[in-house]
């Protein structure tokens, strides 16, 4: 199946520091989603990215399909980005679709 | 974007029992997924369940273990059956919303088995 790896895996940032998270995945993909989980679990969508470049306030995300990868971009960081943040990709197969997530980033902000 | 509610948010059983866990959305979805995330892993997904036929399970999961109702629209169960410590998780339900494909989840519930 395909396979989906984040880094870094950790990451800790002092606040109003920038940062890169990357995402690749091995095989071709429909859609893919960036989310954060925040420290009580709770999972929010950040931007559905399946090629092209968003930008929503302090974060920005980029997907180069052709190439199987994502960026999401974090600029001014505050302590309350931190959690973690999942790269998922959506592949249909059979005419079902389903996300599979990725490894993750635990990124922490320090004040 | 949808809202979805889980009950219960968390529970300890002891090992061998069952729980049964809903999910409620505001709005009629045709796709709803469960997933299950162990302690400090990413999100495995268990099933999607459709109004009205059986749900599809992903390899390694199966129906006696993790039987899933979809009686309407909006609602959803998954019940996870003879638990054992290494079922001890958090289970979402996660619905896809049909007009801009994004996915919104509940809040979860955590599960510790004894």
């Known amino acids: 199946g395909i396979q989906v790896e984040q880094s870094p895996p950790d990451l800790i940032l002092q606040e109003g520091a920038n940062s890169t998270l990357r995402c690749n995945f091995s095989?071709?993909?429909?859609?893919l989603q960036w989310f954060h989980q925040n420290p009580w679990g709770q999972l929010i969508n950040l931007f559905y990215?399946?090629?092209g470049t968003k930008q929503n306030g302090r974060l920005s995300a980029t997907t180069v399909a052709t190439e199987r990868y994502s960026l999401l971009y974090i600029s001014s960081s505050q302590t309350t980005d931190s959690g973690v943040y999942f790269c998922?990709?959506?592949?249909?197969?059979?005419?079902?679709?389903?996300?599979?997530f990725g490894t993750g980033t635990r990124l922490k902000v320090l004040a | 974007s949808a809202v979805i509610s889980q009950k219960p948010s968390r529970d300890i059983c002891q090992r061998g029992t069952s729980l049964t866990i809903q999910c409620q959305v505001d709005?009629?979805?045709?796709?709803m997924f469960w997933y299950r995330q162990q302690p400090g892993q990413s999100l495995t997904l268990i099933a999607t369940?459709?109004?009205?036929?059986?749900?599809?399970?992903e390899s390694g999961f199966v129906i006696d273990k993790f039987p899933i109702s979809r009686p309407n629209l909006t609602f959803s169960t998954l019940t996870v059956s003879n638990m054992s410590p290494e079922d001890s998780s958090i289970y979402l339900c996660?619905?896809?919303?049909?007009?801009?494909?994004?996915?919104?989840f509940g809040p979860g519930t955590r599960l510790t088995v004894l």
């Open positions: 369940a459709n109004q009205g036929s059986e749900a599809t399970y």
């Open positions: 709005s009629q979805v045709t796709m």
């Open positions: 095989d071709s993909v429909n859609n």
């Open positions: 990215i399946p090629s």
């Open positions: 998922a990709v959506e592949r249909s197969a059979s005419g079902t679709y389903k996300y599979i």
């Open positions: 996660s619905v896809e919303d049909g007009q801009t494909d994004t996915q919104y």
